[in-house]
């Protein structure tokens, strides 16, 4: 295999550095005690049980769904085109668009909540659950923008000059040739977006209240008060629902479908 | 749908419709069949809607493209700019209420105050060492993962890259102070050695090590598709004509992987730069990084005022660091090869 | 249901009655009951004892749910007076709050006047606010900020000084809150200073605390101390006897002292946004005025063991003639208190001038 032995030591390492953390409170979470604790003090289960018959989780679980769900829908069309758009097109500022593009992550998320709250408040949007995805798509967009920048930048343009050569109108060219070529930058970003809006805490915390809390605004509002067993329950269920995800998936479309930009 | 009409070179006028010949329905429906499959006829009606768009607005065509994604981040621009308003107004803690004039105060209680430009120090800091290491991590990561022939392995990578994903950042640090406590599991260990224990929570190397595992799949990511889009024959080409694999590495993977590389630094510089979780957690309250800051002033002192000064400071910041890769790249990370 | 829950729920019922014979605001009839109220409240022990004592009781009596809401105090503070200024529903009807949070508010005038609950007549003069208009807030219980330690680490016995803190042997073992709140008084006294001088000269008390820095001290919160003390990372810390209790319950070994200097003594309450519909404000003030009586702050204060301000309350037994637990005008002159309003108006100076020593 090319690369040597050192190049793979490094990826392996990185890989147990990635998994460390989420085993452990995997772990944690089988605890028989109190207290969270890595090797957990006895084995039980009853920390499941009790994440499991809480209906109110199960509430913010669906929520951070719906969340999710709003934010990927959102992000995709826009993301896709402006991903195409920057690619294909010279604009005459486009530094200055790439900046702007960036606002998302160069404004703390604290200012984008706050801001955004203010705004939703003023056209009397909260209260509502997708408006929260909204937020989330919003203050996420550069990774999908760059996900398709990707595999547009690997599209190669004489393709669609071809399909335009053998008659195909523009649009034409641009539904059945463009897009399909780069759906596996479509592809990972939409599934970015999708996780990162299932996981997103901080400015949802300024857009939910207690009817509309999403699951990790209720984990991060929990660990403030004590770090409980059940926490950890909660994120090892969150995990299987993952990895089902993840293998769904990879059946449908194969997990490595975006490394193969071509 | 917008004009596609208007994109350059795309041939003149509306030709019949023809599929393309990317179609599987070209086949069996050419040759004047019973009827045009559905999806010809949706074509056409896109293309003629398409013909509709006035030939002058061709500019406006790549406009029309990004105003979703421009229109998205507006939604951000207002609260900013409600925030630059709020910047200049002083905060009476008489009536927890702002001042009606405006006044630059804010700024120079911010950039008067050392907390300020130590948190900003810490932050700047934070951003250029954990991108450094987050790229020299991802980089064989996302090598190994592209090139490996085992289908095994990489689905084994990949899944290791996207469950830290579903523990949030919240979770995944608590999983580090488990980790890491004093009586933890890395104390256990180095005691079982005869070593420790040594204080590691709690200190400004801790919240790296932390900001690195919380960026490490974002580097991934932004990094495979880059990669994956080098034909390995280019390396091969390179190694036969005599470059060794190192050289090959440095001269011709490492500068087509460019564009992957510049956009993976961006998301970890900025996201680092504006991180408030991990030095929130991992920090033990006094390795704050300037969103901490301005955490502190939104929440804890109501100063929304200072807080709102900080906030478009940070901004800025991340904008001119964002800028300065952009501009280090010698041209920008995207539509480098496509455009026209 | 137990003989004793009856009897509880029985009792409730006669309280809650007693209190719409006094109608507020001359009220004939109650008015519509919503499905639910929202309380803010903090996670963990205290929104359980609170459940337990307040809530549950108040739902069986009155057929009103009651919803929990675990954001932040500080975290909410924002969101409602967004509302507030926007002319919103606020997305609560009672924030739990310290009193110190909730007098900005009130200074703000982001508080509706409670000043008509019934049972203001009833409790101790502490539930009143000082310095403020009217009575935007009431305070529910006091709590003290002890010197919480390790017995394994003083041998010797109790610690009896706020000046062990600067003991070389607990460097890097030393915990305070993050935003120094709770430790001022404390450390102007130890520092040489006197109380009056709060807030006018407070050099004693930013010369200890910068002695205090090369200690490098944790900063955390409520649940961190718990933590810390349970993790074996702190062996001394300034922080609400609570926290130390809760590590206690869980088996940790930690015990608390009021030092010779004293330590401050603070209170939370509760409060109503203003901007709810009528009869929503109508069952949240009912609420409160529950929160106050003698049947209820029994058991949610035995559950915080804190000393609750319904006169005639049982302390929890394991806290009888503690320091931190002050019932009689001599306990709490032993004790050092600052008033919310000086506190409200100053945090934001403390809190920068705390962060410049500690961050810098």
């Known amino acids: 295999m090319r690369g040597g032995w050192l190049h793979w030591t490094v990826a392996a390492l990185a890989a147990a550095f990635l998994a460390a953390p989420s085993l452990v409170v995997l772990g944690a979470s089988f605890t028989a005690g109190n207290i969270v604790a890595f090797p957990p003090e006895g084995f039980s289960l009853r920390w499941y049980g009790q994440v499991l018959s809480s209906t109110a989780l199960r509430g913010a679980f669906l929520r951070s769904l719906e969340v999710a769900a709003v934010c990927t829908a959102v992000a995709i069309p826009a993301g896709t085109l402006a991903a195409v758009a920057l690619a294909r097109w010279r604009f005459r500022r486009a530094t200055a668009i790439q900046l702007y593009l960036l606002l998302p992550f160069t404004v703390p998320l604290i200012g984008s909540g706050i801001g955004l709250m203010l705004l939703f408040g003023e056209l009397r949007l909260l209260g509502a659950v997708w408006p929260v995805g909204l937020a989330a798509c919003v203050i996420n967009l550069p990774f999908m923008i760059w996900a398709v920048a990707a595999s547009v930048n690997g599209l190669d343009p004489e393709l669609e000059r071809a399909a335009a050569n053998c008659g195909a109108g523009p649009a034409q060219t641009f539904l059945l040739v463009t897009l399909p070529a780069v759906a596996p930058g479509v592809v990972a970003g939409a599934l970015l977006m999708f ?68 | 749908m917008t004009d596609p009409d208007a994109r350059p070179q795309s041939g003149s006028g509306l030709g019949p419709a023809t599929g393309p010949e990317t179609s599987p329905e070209t086949g069996p429906a050419r040759g004047g069949g019973p009827a045009y499959p559905l999806s010809w006829r949706l074509l056409d009606a896109i293309e003629g809607l398409a013909a509709l768009w006035p030939a002058r607005a061709s500019g406006a065509v790549k406009w029309a493209l990004l105003a979703p994604a421009l229109a998205l981040v ?36 911010a950039l008067g105050s050392g907390a300020f430009w130590a948190t900003a120090r810490r932050s700047l800091l934070a951003a250029a060492v954990v991108t450094i290491i987050c790229l020299a991590l991802a980089f064989p990561y996302a090598y190994a993962m592209t090139r490996t022939r085992s289908a095994r392995l990489r689905k084994l990578l990949l899944v290791g890259l996207f469950l830290p994903f579903f523990i949030g950042q919240v979770v995944r640090a608590y999983g580090w102070l488990i980790v890491l406590g004093q009586e933890g599991l890395a104390n256990e260990a180095l005691g079982a050695l005869g070593l420790g224990p040594w204080r590691m929570l709690f200190q400004y190397p801790t919240v790296l090590f932390g900001l690195v595992q919380y960026m490490l799949p974002f580097a991934v990511l932004m990094l495979a598709p880059a990669l994956a889009a080098i034909p390995e024959e280019v390396e091969r080409a390179a190694e036969s004509c005599g470059a060794s694999w190192p050289r090959a590495l440095l001269h011709v993977v490492i500068p087509m992987a ?68 952009l501009a280090a790249a010698g041209v920008a990370a995207l539509g480098v090869r496509g455009a026209r | ?138 305070n529910t219980y006091a709590y003290v900020y002890v010197l919480a330690y390790r017995p394994e680490a003083f041998p010797d016995g109790a610690p009896t000084s706020w000046n062990v803190l600067l003991d070389p042997r607990f460097r890097g073992r030393v915990a305070l809150y993050n935003d120094g709140i709770g430790f001022h008084p404390a450390a102007q006294i130890a520092g040489g ?76 309450g509760m409060w109503i946004p203003k901007g709810l519909p009528e009869n929503e404000l109508y069952w949240a003030k009912r609420y409160i005025d529950f929160a106050l009586s003698l049947e209820a702050q029994q058991v949610w204060l035995d559950g915080l063991g804190l000393p609750g301000v319904a006169p005639g309350l049982t302390p929890p037994a394991d806290l009888a003639g503690d320091p931190s637990y002050p019932t009689t005008e001599a306990d709490f002159a032993k004790l050092l208190l600052v008033p919310p309003r000086i506190q409200a108006e100053h945090t934001a100076e403390w809190f920068a001038k705390f962060k410049e020593i500690m961050q810098g």
């Open chain 3, 193 to 268: 200073g006197t109380l009056a001088d709060i807030p006018g000269d407070m050099d004693a008390c930013w010369e200890f605390i910068a002695k205090l820095k090369d200690q490098q001290p944790l900063l955390g919160e409520d649940p961190d101390f718990t933590a810390w003390f349970q993790n074996g990372e702190i062996d001394v810390a300034c922080t609400i006897s609570s926290n130390a209790r809760e590590a206690r319950a869980n088996g940790v070994d930690v015990a608390w002292t009021v030092p010779q200097e004293g330590a401050k003594v603070d209170t939370d």
């Open chain 1, 195 to 262: 996780i990162l809006a299932l996981n997103e805490f901080l400015v949802s915390l300024l857009l939910v209240d207690a009817r509309t809390v999403t699951l990790p605004v209720h984990v991060y509002n929990s660990i403030r008060a004590v770090i409980t067993p059940d926490l950890a329950a909660v994120s090892s269920i969150f995990v299987l629902a993952a990895a089902a995800a993840i293998w769904a998936l990879d059946r449908l479309v194969g997990l490595d479908i975006f490394l193969k930009a071509k």
């Open chain 3, 1 to 138: 249901m137990t003989d004793l829950s009856r009897r509880r729920l029985l009792t409730t019922a006669a309280a809650l009655g007693g209190a719409s014979a006094l109608p507020f605001g001359l009220r004939a009839q109650e008015p519509e009951k919503p499905a639910e109220i929202i309380v803010r409240a903090w996670g963990g022990v205290w929104v359980d004892s609170l459940k337990k004592g307040v809530s549950d009781p108040f739902t069986a009596a009155t057929g009103v749910a009651v919803r929990h809401d675990l954001t932040e105090d500080n975290e909410i503070k924002p969101r409602i007076w967004a509302a507030v200024d926007q002319g919103r529903i606020p997305p609560i009807h009672i924030n739990w709050d310290t009193t110190a949070n909730a007098t900005s508010s009130a200074l703000r005038g982001a508080c509706e006047d409670i000043s008509d609950l019934p049972n203001l007549a009833n409790v101790l003069p502490l539930a009143r606010p000082i310095g403020l208009d009217g009575v935007p807030i009431v």
């Open chain 2, 258 to 325: 460019l564009p992957g590389l510049i956009a993976a630094a961006l998301v970890v510089a900025t996201l680092t730069l504006t991180d408030f979780a991990t030095p929130a957690i991992l920090g033990g309250g006094t390795n704050d990084f300037l969103a901490n800051l301005v955490y502190d002033q939104f929440f804890r002192t109501s100063d929304a005022g200072l807080g709102s000064a900080i906030t478009l400071l940070l901004t800025l910041a991340g904008t001119t660091v964002a800028g300065v890769l």
């Open chain 2, 74 to 109: 507006a939604l951000l621009l207002w609260g900013l700019g409600v925030m630059a308003d709020a910047s200049l107004r002083e905060m009476d803690f008489r009536t927890y209420r702002l001042s009606e004039d405006w006044s630059l105060a804010n700024y120079a209680r």
